[in-house]
């Protein structure tokens, strides 16, 4: 599929990320969820012929937001009862993403922009089951 080697490519340590966000050993699955939930989105990110750059800069916002999530679980153990879509959902609005520790004010909009276009993203292709 050209979708998945234009996918490889850009992220080539996307088969990583659930391990860099673990805490402890529970954290691999929910981790593991949260990558499939970006998958589809990364595919769409490439299918636009965005630059390298821009690429880039969604792919890093996504890893931070699925390791921002994964704290969330740990800060919030109820969270763990929930779909990690919704948690996904839950964290996420029109406006901007989770407020990020030790951010600086542009990666913290630059982040902002990522998690609206995800949020978006996720409403117009899984309205029927989020």
């Known amino acids: 599929m050209p979708a998945d080697n234009e996918l ?4 080539p340590d996307l088969d990583q990320w659930a391990g860099s966000w673990r805490y402890e050993e529970r954290d691999g ?29 969604h792919r890093d916002n996504l890893w931070l937001l699925g390791g921002k999530i994964i704290s969330d679980l740990h800060e919030t153990p109820r969270l763990r009862k929930r779909p990690i879509d919704q948690a996904l959902l839950a964290a996420l609005n029109d406006e901007d993403g989770p407020l990020l520790s030790r951010a600086s004010e542009d990666e913290q909009r630059s982040f902002d922009a990522t998690c609206r276009k995800f ?9 029927g089951s989020l």
Do not use: D, M, N, W
């Open 8 to 11: 490889a490519a850009y992220c």
């Open 29 to 57: 699955s929910p981790g593991q969820q949260i990558v499939e939930c970006f998958k589809p989105f990364l595919r769409h990110l490439v299918s636009l012929g965005l630059s390298r750059k821009t690429l880039h800069k």
């Open 119 to 127: 949020y978006r993203f996720l409403k117009e292709h899984h309205s």
